[in-house]
């Protein structure tokens, strides 16, 4: 059982804003640990879309932004597009577990 | 450029043991701390295991702990994951990934069955 919540899924339209949700608790988000997000298409591996928050590593578009807040962060998608159809997840530690937890995951489907 | 590339899953049967490895390449390994994480079919990602940069600390997630040993040689560019007494809830992809979780291998299938 996962100690990050996320909507299980969210659509939109090519062109949309998308927003996905992650929430913790007090000994990981709140605790202030970093909070990544990934990208997973069917069938790869997982690709770093967002890391220490709100930073995109070398070839993110920036259509992808993400923010934090207490016990909980944001992966934002504006202007949606068909390859962003796969499975986000959040990632950050938890001092509780001694270790590092990811979220439950969102699947985006481009309508 | 940076490969991590996963090898020794397999087909086990339940109570076996098997051992993972990953090679790394474009960086530098030996600096790096190390992660295994896994995703069982059609699942989520669960974290796995951690050791630092020389192989003194290391984590492991609580469904692990006392069944699987991480490891490293840095003179062989390569992590290893050591799992014993395997479970059926032990089949899963998995993935070999750097420091902060920036690159991922491709992944190697372990199924745990009878």
């Known amino acids: 059982q996962s100690v990050l919540t996320q909507s299980p899924s969210v659509s939109g339209a090519p062109g949309q804003r998308v927003t996905i949700s992650c929430t913790g608790s007090s000994s990981n988000i709140g605790a202030g640990y970093d909070l990544h997000w990934f990208q997973q298409r069917p069938g790869a591996a997982p690709r770093l879309l967002i890391y220490?928050?709100?930073h995109r590593p070398s070839g993110v578009p920036d259509r992808f932004a993400g923010s934090r807040s207490d016990t909980s962060a944001t992966l934002v998608i504006t202007g949606l597009q068909a390859e962003d159809e796969a499975d986000y997840y959040c990632?950050?530690?938890?001092?509780?577990?001694?270790?590092?937890?990811f979220g439950t995951g969102t699947k985006v489907t481009v309508l | 450029q940076v490969q991590l590339v996963e090898s020794g899953g397999d087909v086990v049967q339940p109570g076996r043991s098997l051992r993972l490895s990953c090679v790394a390449s474009g960086f530098t390994f030996r600096t790096s701390a190390m992660h295994w994480v896994r995703q069982a079919p059609g699942k989520g990602l669960e974290w796995v295991a951690t050791t630092s940069y020389d192989g003194r600390t290391k984590y492991y997630a609580d469904s692990v702990k006392g069944r699987f040993t991480i490891s490293r040689d840095n003179s062989k560019d390569t992590l290893y994951l050591q799992m014993s007494n395997l479970r059926g809830d032990d089949t899963a992809m998995f993935y070999c990934v750097r420091e902060i979780f920036d690159y991922w291998g491709q992944g190697t299938l372990v199924t745990v069955s009878s």
């Open positions: 220490a928050n709100n």
């Open positions: 990632q950050s530690f938890d001092s509780r577990l001694s270790g590092y937890v």
